[in-house]
């Protein structure tokens, strides 16, 4: 069964460098998010990992053996497009049973492997249509079932629910993610939206700018953010910036640039000093907002300037 470790991996387009001294170590059965904004380098380092790129500097292991040099044909690697790539002129069975033929099985074995993969996908009453004649997110399901038919134990996913619209997309994450661990895979699914790389990874990379910046659990990443832009991009946040004024033993005291005091929870506590500038990241869910005017402990004074309901949260603006 493969994991997968990058050693030091660089890849430039020119003056342009796209992933920057990559280390990572993604786990054999792993379900592993790459999330970061456009441009931060996590397409570029999925197909580093799939072959269609070569790196300019370090090292790519699947499993023990170094990769570097190895044609994507040779790296048993399925790989799903965000565009879904099916072929047009191919029938959905078709389509599933290009990979098994590819490498040489006969027509019983590629057919067992293809009505298996269409009934987890449940698309096995659609044997006969083609590409043009289905949604986005039954093709999606199709690209995924002619992945997952090839046979690899490592899956690719270049954000593989992009053109899809909420609904299906939301319906559609947990059903890869299932598929892939019921089969036993490796999945490395790329992705910008934070809350689709919450709701389905078993650990997240956070990228930006070629870097990866923290990788965690969805958990650790949203309460324990190492930065800034990882408090920013992973969930919302409040940011309250001030200086330390006092340091116990497990939390701290802030004081704001209103002159405040605020006492906060931070597990390494002792390593910040009185008079350092530091931010607070509050999550929404941790204001409580009550009317009038109430001065006790971490309590601020505003005034409400507009409101949004957004259906199972209201949104207020102080």
Not at 33 to 60: F, V, W, Y
Not at 206 to 214: A, D, N
Not at 218 to 240: D, R
Request: net charge positive; hydrophobic share 40%; charged share 30%.
């Amino acid at each position: 069964m493969p994991d997968v470790r990058l050693v030091n991996v660089t890849k430039r387009y020119g003056k342009i460098v796209a992933v920057n001294k990559v280390n990572l170590h993604v786990y054999d059965k792993e379900y592993f998010a790459l999330l970061g904004p456009s441009g931060c380098g996590k397409t570029t380092l999925l197909r580093l990992i799939a072959g269609l790129i070569k790196p300019d500097e370090g090292e790519i292991y699947i499993g023990d053996k170094l990769v570097n040099d190895v044609p994507p044909e040779d790296r048993d690697v399925g790989f799903v497009f965000q565009t879904f790539a099916l072929f047009p002129h191919l029938n959905v069975w078709n389509n599933v049973i290009y990979g098994p033929r590819v490498k040489g099985f006969d027509m019983k074995k590629a057919s067992r492997i293809g009505d298996e993969v269409l009934e987890m996908v449940r698309l096995h009453e659609r044997l006969d249509a083609f590409p043009n004649e289905l949604s986005g997110g039954m093709m999606q399901r199709i690209a995924v079932a002619r992945a997952l038919a090839a046979g690899s134990r490592l899956l690719l996913l270049d954000e593989p629910l992009g053109q899809l619209d909420a609904k299906v997309r939301n319906e559609l994450r947990y059903e890869i993610r299932r598929m892939a661990k019921d089969l036993g895979l490796t999945a490395i699914h790329v992705t910008h939206d934070q809350s689709e790389a919450m709701a389905i990874s078993d650990r997240i990379a956070v990228m930006k700018k070629g870097r990866i910046l923290q990788v965690g659990t969805p958990e650790e990443l949203y309460m324990n953010p190492k930065s800034v832009f990882v408090a920013h991009f992973v969930g919302e946040s409040n940011f309250l910036e001030g200086y330390v004024s006092s340091v116990g033993s497990k939390t701290i005291t802030v004081e704001l640039r209103n002159g405040i005091k605020v006492e906060a929870v931070h597990k390494n506590a002792e390593r910040l000093k009185k008079g350092e500038r530091v931010v607070l990241a509050v999550r929404p869910e941790a204001f409580t907002i009550e009317k009038g005017i109430k001065r006790g402990k971490n309590s601020i004074e505003g005034v409400v300037e507009r409101t949004t309901f957004e259906g199972t949260n209201i949104r207020y603006e102080v």
